[in-house]
């Protein structure tokens, strides 16, 4: 499968990498959501069979003013949320949103505990998954735990 | 005898040339790097004048120590907001050093300094 991975911190980014890639998918792992949506919308990319989101990233320069780029420039935002709905548009079937945020640490990681009761969501045909991600003994993401979550009917 | 102590890697990421020569030329003790990353291998600081570079720098790599160097008022606003929310990680110095401002270079050799010691104190066989 071609795997769309987006995650802002590189040590996830290389663990995901190798995860997936040592599973025999085809990874494209993106640092921010700007360009992650370039390359998704591109129609002269190969189409992804999966995405799997960080849920908090930092806020990007794009479109801001001075004043906001002081404000917002690298704040953590819950922006794995819109881009489920941008990438179930651009017609990826199966997206995960995967936090290692603690619930008690970010009040949008403490909303991903309202979808810890297994119910199914669909986002424009999508099927849509938002959890907690499991960790690994070395802190980071298990990405193959998350896409088994994912591609379990 | 030959000086066995650690160079912190400085990678220097400015568009311009000739600020970008004068750090690199004033990065005594550090070794230059001309990528951020050689393999797995991360430069130890990297230095910056432009806040959407140092962000993209946080993500890129683990360790790397960012120096944001600031020249105007808004530069300094956006620099300082920045290295606050990214305090492990980042540093702001000012270019044109007021009146109780250490400013960049003594600021930027003493993390060199540090950072050299840091490291040759991790593997003293070095």
Redesign the interface.
Known sequence: MKILLVDDNARHRRAGIKDLEALGHKVIAISDYWSALDYARNPGNERFDAAILDLLMPAEPTTLSPQAITEYLGREIAVGFPLILKLSQYGIRRIAVATDTNHHQHPMSAIVDWFQDGQPITANGAKVLIMHAPPRSDGTKAWDEILNRLFKD | MRDERYRPVVFVDIEGGPLSRAVKGISFGAKIADHLCDGEKEADIAVTDS??AA??I?????QTIIVVVYFDT?QR??AL??AA??PNRTRAMTGIPREGDAGFVPEFFNLIKTLAKEKSNENPAR
Do not use: C, N, W, Y
């Open positions: 806040i959407g962000l993209r946080v993500k890129e790599t683990e808004e606003k956006q907001a920045f929310r990214v």
